[in-house]
């Protein structure tokens, strides 16, 4: 998604290639969230997980009553978390250039933070999911 948009829109003029990483970071978090909860199974991961997202028990919920019961037994209910999390990013990529050149740090500061907020999770998901625990 980082390449096209990149190239054809001004979006993420801002983010530069840290874009890219910021994409990664939470994309970790979302196919963790999804693996984890709606695949261990298919997977042959032993153990049931529950979101540890507030977010993601939202989602879930919703999902859960709003989709029909054939589609979530073939896709699961937490396949909604990827399309929130690429919005996510899309706010940061939103940040002007005139935010990095006036507050390099802060902007910095910000997309560090950011990406954090989808890798700490999304590897703590992914790491508890291959271990079994």
């Known amino acids: 998604l980082y390449y096209p948009i990149r190239k054809y829109t001004k979006i993420a003029e801002g983010v530069r290639f840290a874009g890219l990483f910021l994409m990664w970071s939470h994309m970790v978090d979302a196919f963790a969230n999804v693996l984890s909860l709606d695949w261990t199974g298919a997977l042959g991961i ?18 859960e009553t709003v ?19 690429i919005l996510v990013v899309f706010l940061f ?3 002007e250039d005139e ?9 910095v500061m910000l997309l560090l933070t950011a990406m954090a907020v989808g890798l700490g999770p999304g590897t703590r998901d992914f790491t508890r999911a291959m271990m079994g625990i």
């Open 93 to 95: 990529w939103a940040l």
């Open 99 to 107: 935010f990095f050149d006036e507050s390099p740090n802060l902007a």
């Open 46 to 63: 032993p153990g049931t997980y529950e979101p540890k997202h507030v977010v993601n028990s939202l989602i879930r919920n919703v999902t």
């Open 67 to 85: 989709q029909p019961s054939w589609i979530s037994d073939m896709i699961g209910i937490t396949w909604p978390f990827i399309p929130v999390k």
